[in-house]
């Protein structure tokens, strides 16, 4: 199994971007399935994003049509680009690898 290690979160105001990054510690290449979650205080963990090694990705329908996710596997690395960010968007935001793998998660607060 790899390693995971997500970066790139912070504070940033409501409607300002982000992008998160999740390094694997080997090749992704093989990983059928990569994908975001977030868990909110206080809120069970919820689905973000995923992709596939097809390229096929798939989001919820709260983060649909602002966050991208996308994967580089020459470079081992997820990522999840977060725009027009919310309030309720605040989370610890965490990467997975065939949900078999996981990051120590990444925090992303947004707040003015």
């Known amino acids: 199994q790899v390693q995971l290690v997500e970066s790139g979160g912070g504070l940033v105001q409501p409607g300002g971007s982000l992008r998160l990054s999740c390094a694997a510690s080997?090749?992704?290449?093989?990983?059928?399935?990569m994908g975001w979650y977030r868990r909110a205080p206080g809120i069970q963990r919820e689905f973000v994003a995923i992709?596939?090694?097809?390229?096929?990705?798939d989001y919820a329908d709260f983060v649909r049509g602002r966050f991208t996710i996308s994967r580089d596997n020459a470079k081992n690395t997820l990522y999840l680009q977060m725009n027009s960010l919310k309030p309720e968007d605040t989370a610890v935001y965490y990467c997975?690898?065939?949900?078999?793998?996981w990051g120590q998660g990444t925090q992303v607060t947004v707040s003015s």
């Open positions: 992709i596939r090694s097809s390229g096929d990705t």
């Open positions: 997975h690898a065939d949900w078999r793998s």
């Open positions: 080997g090749s992704i290449f093989s990983i059928g399935v």
